[in-house]
């Protein structure tokens, strides 16, 4: 089973600054099968990224995936106010038809 | 627009059962495979179930093997999740979420607000 380790933890930034979330993979995977949500208190996740780097509809530009095999990121060019929140990446394994979260990273207001 | 609602959580004493329901709108149900999330209080997402856009082929994660049972009444445009046995760790909000089915699949691309269940006595 691919586990998926998300860092930081937690990231500090200021509105205007460009933040940069890791997702590793424990092993190689398809970068089809990558994605990235984001998840505000008290709100359902919402997808941002799929297949490692194409926005889902809706998603500002800022927002931008990439990566392969093992290591993918969710670059943020210039937060905005409303940026802060948790990010997850997800795995989709095919062969058995089952996903895999990483533990997220939380962005804050620094 | 695309709407799933999430209905059926509640407070339920350990062992006990509890049936959710996600209804769907804005989109050919039966077109879609769906899923089952969960999330603990404070913790991460926790992926559980998988079912077909007709229902004939299911999935489960390991760790609800046995005592989560998954279907969909395609006619209802409903998303249904049977909790069996449960337990204080089962405490949580459920999610149903939509997979796309077409070039394109491995991910969410909308989830309804969430179904908090708490297990106490």
């Known amino acids: 089973e691919i586990v998926l380790t998300q860092s930081p933890g937690t990231l500090s930034l200021s509105p205007g600054e460009r933040a940069t979330l890791s997702c590793r993979a424990s092993q190689g995977v398809g970068s089809n099968y990558l994605a990235w949500y984001q998840q505000k208190p008290g709100q359902s996740p919402r997808l941002l990224i799929y297949g490692a780097s194409i926005r889902a509809t809706g998603i500002p530009d800022r927002f931008s995936g990439s990566g392969s095999g093992t290591d993918f990121t969710l670059t943020i060019s210039r937060l905005e106010p409303e940026d802060f929140a948790v990010y997850y990446c997800?795995?989709?394994?095919?062969?058995?038809?089952?996903?895999?979260f990483g533990q997220g990273t939380k962005l804050e207001i620094k | 627009q695309v709407q799933l609602v999430e209905s059926g959580g509640g407070l339920v004493k350990p062992g006990g059962s509890l049936r959710l329901s996600c209804g769907a709108s804005g989109f050919a149900f039966s077109d879609y495979y769906m899923n089952w999330i969960r999330q603990a209080p404070g913790k991460g997402l926790e992926w559980l179930s998988w079912?077909?856009?007709?229902?004939?082929?299911?999935y489960y994660a390991d760790s609800v093997k046995g005592r989560f049972t998954i279907s969909r009444d395609n006619s209802r445009k409903s998303l249904y999740l049977q909790i069996n046995s449960l337990r204080a760790e089962d405490t949580a909000v459920y999610y149903c979420?939509?997979?796309?089915?077409?070039?394109?699949?491995?991910?969410?691309?909308?989830w309804g607000q969430g179904a908090l269940v708490t297990v106490s006595s």
């Open positions: 079912i077909s856009g007709s229902g004939s082929t299911i």
């Open positions: 979420a939509r997979e796309p089915s077409g070039r394109w699949y491995g991910f969410l691309d909308y």
């Open positions: 997800q795995h989709y394994d095919g062969s058995r038809v089952m996903y895999t």
